[in-house]
C-alpha cells in the first residue's frame, strides 16, 4: 500500500537519485526511518507525517538544518528547506550504500565539492572492532576508522554512550554495530568476535584492544578487588580480545591486532600499582605473540604508546587517595592516538609512540635507574598538595555516570607544553646525576 504523502511502500528502500546531493543524503529510507547503511541499529533521521527529520551536525556540532528539519517529501520528492528538490527512486535491497568524506566545513570556509564517489582508500570496507568505544581515545579512534570507509564493529560497557559513538560515525557514511561489552567477561568478548564475524561475512581485519580502567592510591589502602578489576580489564581483557580475534586472524591468513598501551609501559606509575602491572604486562604478551606468529607474515601485532591524554580518564578512574586527581602534563589530544592507530592498520608496525613526552620517558626507562623513586616522590609530592576528596571506585566496577566524550578538558588554551618537557628534561637529568653519584659512593 503506498502512502499517500510520501508515495512509498512498506518494505521499500528509496534514496536520492541526484547525483550532485547525493553526498548530503548517501543511504535510504525505509518505513519512515532514514538510515546511513543496511546493517544499522539505530536510524539518523525519521518522517513525522511527511517531515523529514535529519539528525545531522556540522563540524562544530550543531545541526545542519533549523531545528532538524530538512525538508518535506510528497509523491517521491524531497523538498529540502533551502528550495532544492530532490527526486527519490527505489533500490534493491542488497545494494551497498557507502558515502564520501571530505574535510569539516568549518565556519567561514567554502563548502566542498559535492560528489558521488565512495569512500576509498586501503581501509575500505576493513571489519574494524573497537573496544572501549564509548568515550576517550576509543571513541576518537571510532571515528577516525569510520572517516576512512571502515566497517565498524564498536564495544563498551555504557550502552547509551557506545549508541552516541555509533551514530556519530554513521555521519561518515559508513556501516556500523553497537555491541555492548564487559571485556571482564570471556562469555561476552566472544559474542563480540561472533557478532564482529556475522557483520563481516566471515572476516574480522583489524582487532583495537583499547577499553581499560584505573585506580590510584597507595597499593595497601586500593581495595583487593579494585587492583583485580584494573589487571582484569587493562591485562587480562587485552588477552581476551587476542585469544578471539587470532583464530580469525589465521583462517584469512591477515589480520592487525593493535593493542593501546602507554608510557606507563616503560616507567613504572607509583601510587598505580595494577595500572603499572598490566601495562608491563602487555608488552610481554605483544612479545610472546610476535614469537608464535612468524610463520604467519601477514598478521601483525602493533602497540600503541601514548603519552598523558586529554580523556576522561583521571575523572572517571578509581581514587583511593584522599585528594582530587588531576593528570600530569603535558597533555595531548586524544585525536592524535585514533591517527596512529588508523595509520598502523594501512602500514603496520610493531611499535608506535605518541607524544614527546612519551619518548622522553622510554629513553629515561633506561638511563635512569631511579626514575621509579623519583617519580613515586613527585606523585606524593602533588598529592599532598591537591584538595581532599572521598575514596571512590569511578568506573571500575560499572559505567560513570554523565555525558561520556572524547576529551576530558584537562588542556588549556595556553601551550605549556615546551615549559613542560624542559622541566621534565631536567628532572630527569638531575636524576641520573643522583642515581650515578649514588652508585659511585656504594
Not at 559508513?174 to 566472544?190: E, G, H, N, R, W
Not at 587517595?321 to 598502523?344: F, N, Q
Not at 614527546?356 to 621509579?372: E, I, K, T
Request: hydrophobic share 40%; net charge negative; charged share 20%.
Amino acid at each position: 500500500m503506498i502512502d499517500q504523502a510520501t508515495g512509498m511502500k512498506p518494505g521499500e528502500r528509496y534514496c536520492v537519485e541526484n547525483l550532485e546531493r547525493a553526498h548530503q543524503f548517501p543511504g535510504f529510507f525505509q518505513d519512515g526511518k532514514y538510515y546511513l547503511g543496511p546493517e544499522l541499529l539505530t536510524a539518523i533521521g525519521w518522517l513525522e507525517g511527511n517531515r523529514f527529520i535529519y539528525d545531522s551536525l556540522d563540524a562544530e556540532g550543531e545541526p545542519v538544518f533549523p531545528d532538524r528539519v530538512a525538508g518535506t517529501i510528497s509523491n517521491l520528492t524531497l523538498n529540502l528547506v533551502d528550495g532544492t528538490s530532490l527526486q527519490l527512486s527505489p533500490v534493491d535491497v542488497t545494494e551497498t550504500f557507502t558515502a564520501p568524506v571530505n574535510d569539516p566545513v568549518r565556519p567561514g570556509d567554502e563548502p566542498p565539492p559535492l560528489t558521488r564517489s565512495p569512500i576509498s582508500g586501503p581501509l575500505r570496507g576493513k571489519v574494524v572492532v573497537i573496544t572501549g568505544a564509548s568515550s576517550g581515545i576509543g571513541r576518537a579512534a571510532a571515528h577516525a576508522f569510520a572517516c576512512k570507509g571502515a566497517r565498524l564493529v564498536l564495544a563498551a560497557r555504557d550502552e547509551q554512550a557506545l549508541f552516541e559513538t555509533l551514530d556519530e560515525c554513521t555521519d561518515c557514511g559508513t556501516d556500523a554495530v553497537a555491541i555492548t561489552t564487559d571485556m571482564t567477561q570471556s562469555d561476552q568478548v566472544k559474542a563480540l568476535a561472533a557478532h564482529a564475524a556475522e557483520f563481516g561475512h566471515g572476516r574480522i581485519d583489524i582487532w583495537v584492544n583499547n577499553a581499560g580502567v584505573g585506580a590510584v592510591g597507595s597499593f595497601e589502602e586500593t581495595p583487593l578487588e579494585a587492583h583485580e578489576q584494573v589487571i582484569q580489564t587493562d591485562l587480562v581483557g587485552y588477552l581476551r580480545g587476542a585469544h578471539v580475534a587470532l583464530p580469525y586472524f589465521k583462517k584469512q591468513g591477515s589480520g592487525t591486532l593493535i593493542n593501546t598501551l602507554s608510557l606507563g609501559s616503560w616507567v613504572a606509575q607509583p601510587y598505580a600499582a595494577a595500572y603499572s602491572a598490566s601495562k608491563f604486562g602487555l608488552r610481554g604478551l605483544t612479545e610472546a605473540l610476535r614469537g608464535e606468529l612468524t610463520e604467519f607474515p601477514n598478521i601483525h601485532v602493533c602497540d600503541i604508546y601514548p603519552a598523558v591524554m586529554d580523556t576522561p580518564g583521571f575523572r572517571d578512574g578509581g581514587n583511593y587517595t584522599g585528594h582530587t586527581l588531576e593528570p600530569p602534563g603535558p597533555i595531548y589530544d586524544p585525536e592524535r592516538v585514533a591517527k596512529a592507530m588508523v595509520a598502523c592498520a594501512i602500514s603496520p608496525r610493531a611499535s608506535t609512540t605518541v607524544g614527546a613526552s612519551a619518548r622522553l620517558a622510554h629513553l629515561a626507562s633506561y638511563l635512569v635507574p631511579g626514575l621509579p623513586a623519583l617519580s613515586g616522590w613527585l606523585t606524593r609530592w602533588g598529592l599532598d598538595r591537591s584538595p581532599g576528596a572521598q575514596h571512590s571506585s569511578g568506573n571500575l566496577f560499572e559505567p560513570p555516570s554523565g555525558r561520556r566524550s572524547i576529551e576530558g578538558g584537562w588542556r588549556t588554551p595556553k601551550n605549556r607544553t615546551p615549559v613542560l618537557l624542559s622541566a621534565a628534561v631536567i628532572g630527569l637529568l638531575a636524576g641520573f646525576v643522583i642515581t650515578h653519584a649514588q652508585r659511585r659512593r656504594h
